[in-house]
């Protein structure tokens, strides 16, 4: 795996992403992929990406990410909704990203934002004492134009304990981007029990 400061460079001097870096493995792919491990992994994976459709660019994508681009949706400014896809991890195997700004992969599971401030957590926390903040799989509810730039807003699943636990609340986070697709920030907006 490339180091995360590395994968930045890299991609900062590579063209935007469009569909030809997308690539949504069919089920015999991940199968196969599935067999790729160790030493060998790369290689191994651009030929289960060759033989299943697969371009260059999405395997560029992998090399640099470690994920692949599963799709890639228009947002009517420089940064787009992308679904990444890593077909070996053991839950969430699909997260959303925010691409083609600067960095030019924003992930929100990685985002920094303190929950525990907020007074709404900690009153769902007191009736909850095991809530947990489940960063994997945050779902995107919109996304628009500000004056500054682009926003999306994110909702993060408050779980009772555990992966599999029983949903008791949502932390609502802004993505803010610049005019030019700069990362500006991500800001926790509130925390809301779920219903």
């Given at each position: 795996?490339?180091?995360?400061?590395?994968?930045?460079?890299?991609l900062?001097?590579?063209?935007?992403?469009?569909?030809?870096h997308?690539?949504r493995?069919?089920?015999?792919?991940?199968?196969?992929?599935?067999?790729?491990?160790?030493?060998?992994?790369?290689?191994?994976?651009?030929?289960?990406?060759?033989?299943h459709?697969?371009?260059?660019?999405?395997?560029?994508?992998?090399?640099?990410?470690?994920?692949?681009?599963?799709?890639?949706?228009?947002?009517?400014?420089?940064?787009?909704?992308?679904?990444?896809?890593?077909?070996?991890?053991?839950?969430?195997?699909?997260?959303?990203?925010?691409?083609?700004?600067?960095?030019?992969?924003?992930?929100?599971?990685?985002?920094?934002?303190?929950?525990?401030?907020?007074?709404?957590?900690?009153?769902?926390?007191?009736?909850?004492?095991?809530?947990?903040?489940w960063?994997?799989?945050?779902?995107?509810?919109?996304?628009?134009?500000?004056?500054?730039?682009?926003?999306?807003?994110?909702?993060?699943?408050?779980?009772?304990?555990?992966?599999a636990?029983?949903v008791?609340?949502?932390?609502?986070?802004?993505?803010?981007?610049?005019?030019?697709?700069?990362?500006?920030?991500?800001?926790?907006l509130?925390?809301?029990?779920?219903?």
């Open positions: 795996m490339i180091p995360a400061i590395l994968a930045v460079v890299l900062a001097a590579s063209a935007p992403f469009g569909p030809r997308v690539w493995p069919p089920d015999g792919a991940v199968e196969e992929l599935h067999r790729c491990s160790g030493r060998i992994r790369l290689d191994c994976v651009k030929k289960v990406l060759a033989r459709g697969g371009t260059p660019e999405a395997f560029e994508f992998y090399r640099k990410t470690g994920w692949f681009l599963s799709e890639l949706k228009e947002t009517g400014g420089p940064v787009r909704v992308a679904t990444l896809l890593d077909p070996w991890r053991a839950n969430e195997n699909e997260q959303p990203a925010l691409v083609n700004g600067a960095p030019p992969v924003v992930y929100p599971e990685d985002a920094d934002f303190d929950v525990e401030k907020d007074a709404a957590y900690r009153a769902l926390r007191e009736k909850f004492p095991n809530l947990l903040l960063k994997p799989g945050a779902e995107l509810e919109g996304s628009g134009s500000t004056p500054k730039g682009q926003s999306f807003l994110f909702r993060y699943r408050l779980l009772d304990g555990c992966h636990c029983p008791r609340g949502f932390a609502r986070v802004e993505f803010l981007f610049g005019r030019d697709g700069t990362f500006l920030r991500a800001k926790l509130g925390v809301v029990p779920a219903t």
